[in-house]
């Protein structure tokens, strides 16, 4: 299993459309191939900061294929005026905790 870690740095004046915004786009993440969950979480300490954390079946399921899709054009078009700058992505190998 791969994580998705995206770190969305939102406009201040913007953070109650962001929350908004994400919730009429996330359908679009939830049909992609290979999504196994998700959470959106806000920063305590950078409240126009916000993390997604999305749970991929592969890293394949992620990148390429739902980043290359429409689904993640018209996604990433909902929110793009809302942010403050690019998104920073980073994924995570998960193993197994014994």
């Not at 791969?2 to 679009?28: G, K, M, Q, S, T």
């Not at 939830?30 to 959470?39: I, K, P």
């Not at 980043?67 to 403050?84: P, T, Y």
């Amino acid at each position: 299993m791969i994580h998705e870690i995206a770190v969305l740095p939102v406009r201040p004046e913007c953070v109650d459309d962001f929350r908004a915004a994400f919730d009429r786009v996330a359908p679009l993440l939830r049909r992609a191939d290979g999504y196994q969950g998700h959470v959106l979480g806000q920063v305590v300490e950078s409240p126009q900061v916000f993390t997604l954390i999305v749970r991929w079946r592969s890293l394949h399921d992620h990148t390429p294929m739902f980043e290359a899709s429409e689904d993640h054009r018209v996604f990433m078009l909902g929110l793009q005026d809302l942010l403050s700058g690019e998104p920073t992505v980073q994924h995570i190998e998960s193993t197994p905790v014994i």
